[in-house]
């Protein structure tokens, strides 16, 4: 660190931040790093945002003749990595993927990441499971060791789908969806599916839709990362492991400050456990192996918001109205109807929570067609009206709302919710 000049204040540290911004799991660092700096600093910090920095080859000039004092960074690249082994400054590595393992490195722990997937799934009944995933890259393969590995202790095996061009995804997505949509195909179902990360799940639920595969009813599908624009674009919303990002930066910036002051350079990778699961509707369910009941879910699901009944549900599934009623209650543990009612009931909370159309137009938009019938509805399943239920649970201006979260009560049986 540079030294202040004779009767001045002591020199604030400058850090460069090399961290891939264009995604949630790299601001959730940066949010973490900022945590830290208040507590801690302050620290000047020299954000680089350009993607250049992933690609080989590529390097800021600035890096150069910059006179700093530590580096925060994603060592994706040998050239950039290269370019801070030349500066001779502490430096902490976010990614950990390197064949020279010059810095020390913080990182989810993606072995636990992967095994809470699983055990999500399988606690959910499911006993066919897959996983689509990006050989070669460490996060990726860890992830699915332990995904793989937790749901063979139980005796299951996992199918395994390689995501080819990795960085050229959106070039190639069409390709993708059709060969993700074979693959599926050709899976026994229900089953239980993680994607190594979130930016994978609006193709891969695509590829479901494309050969008539409902999710979540057919396919139980989670993700990684917590990245809310992509679980959000899914339609049903993904549910995600949270992998605790923000606290990874923090604990960067923590270890580059002791590193700064002088300690010595830690030797081992530091592996922070994920947050938890964020549930949302791609997972809100247990496996069904009844036909019949995963048609009629389905259905529902699709259609319960646009004033769909119990008797249009029947005509099209290929047995009678009492023997549906039979097999439903026997997987679900209720009717048709309440079912009905149910994901009425959910988007009603949802649309009340994240928007400020009036009562009668959250009534006509979710099934209820009339705002007395959706009064009645909240008032006997929870005990309030739905402009109470607006003014408890809407978020203040200026704080953010998750809309893939669901605020129903724990369901009985097969349908669950957070």
Not at 48 to 63: D, I, K, N, S
Not at 110 to 118: H, K, L, P, Q, T
Not at 157 to 168: A, G, I
Not at 170 to 188: G, K, M, S, V
Request: hydrophobic share 40%; with cysteine.
């Amino acid at each position: 660190m540079s030294q202040p000049h004779a009767g001045s204040r002591p020199a604030i540290p400058r850090v460069a931040l090399l961290i891939k911004t264009q995604i949630g799991p790299g601001r959730d660092m940066l949010q973490g790093i900022a945590r830290y700096v208040r507590e801690s600093g302050p620290w000047e910090l020299h954000l680089e945002p350009r993607m250049q920095q992933f690609v080989e080859g590529w390097e800021p000039t600035w890096l150069h003749t910059w006179k700093g004092d530590g580096i925060i960074a994603r060592f994706e690249t040998d050239s950039v990595l290269q370019a801070a082994k030349r500066l001779g400054v502490p430096a902490v590595d976010l990614l950990g993927s390197s064949r020279e393992h010059v810095f020390p490195y913080v990182h989810p722990d993606d072995r636990a990441i992967g095994e809470m997937a699983a055990r999500h799934l399988l606690e959910r009944g499911f006993k066919q499971f897959g996983f689509v995933g990006r050989p070669g890259a460490s996060w990726s393969d860890l992830r699915f060791e332990a995904f793989a590995r937790t749901v063979a202790e139980r005796g299951h095996q996992c199918s395994f789908l390689e995501v080819r061009d990795f960085r050229d995804l959106a070039e190639q997505w069409d390709a993708f969806i059709d060969r993700t949509a074979r693959w599926i195909a050709n899976l026994p179902k229900p089953l239980g599916l993680m994607v190594c990360y979130d930016q994978l799940g609006p193709p891969v639920m695509q590829a479901c839709r494309h050969v008539g595969v409902a999710v979540p009813e057919d396919v139980a599908m989670i993700g990684a990362d917590n990245d809310l624009p992509f679980c959000s674009i899914c339609n049903p919303p993904l549910s995600t492991v949270n992998p605790n990002h923000e606290e990874v930066g923090y604990q960067a910036a923590a270890m580059l400050g002791r590193m700064m002051a002088g300690e010595a350079w830690p030797t081992q990778p530091l592996r922070i456990a994920p947050r938890g699961i964020v549930i949302r509707q791609s997972t809100e369910v247990a496996a069904i192996d009844d036909p019949i009941v995963s048609l009629a879910l389905s259905m529902i699901r699709e259609q319960a918001c646009n004033g769909l009944r119990v008797r249009e549900v029947a005509e099209r599934v290929p047995v009678s109205g009492t023997v549906l009623q039979r097999r439903f209650r026997a997987v679900m543990g209720r009717s048709v109807h309440e079912e009905i009612v149910r994901v009425q009931l959910k988007k009603a909370q949802d649309l009340l929570r994240e928007t400020d159309l009036p009562l009668k137009v959250v009534a006509e938009k979710t099934g209820f067609k009339h705002q007395e019938y959706m009064g009645a509805v909240f008032k006997s399943r929870l005990s309030v009206t739905p402009g109470q239920y607006r003014r408890r649970y809407q978020q203040p201006a200026g704080l953010h709302f998750d809309p893939g979260r669901s605020a129903i009560e724990p369901l009985p049986r097969a349908s669950r919710a957070v």
